[in-house]
């Protein structure tokens, strides 16, 4: 769980959840997989406003 939160704080981002976090060490890769948090899904990704979608 300290991982997920740090990885939103080095990134600088509020609005998702991390679902997933894997670490390719051939390449020296990360891959996040994320979502967005509930109460931002129906907002547009521009200005912020709720809208349909």
């Not at 991390?18 to 967005?36: A, H, P, T, Y």
Request: charged share 25%.
């Amino acid at each position: 769980m300290a991982l997920k939160k740090l990885l939103k704080s080095i990134l600088n981002v509020n609005c998702i959840k991390i679902k997933n976090v894997e670490f390719d060490r051939i390449s020296s890769s990360v891959f996040i997989q994320v979502d967005v948090t509930k109460g931002q899904k129906s907002r547009c990704p521009v200005c912020g406003k709720k809208c349909s979608g």
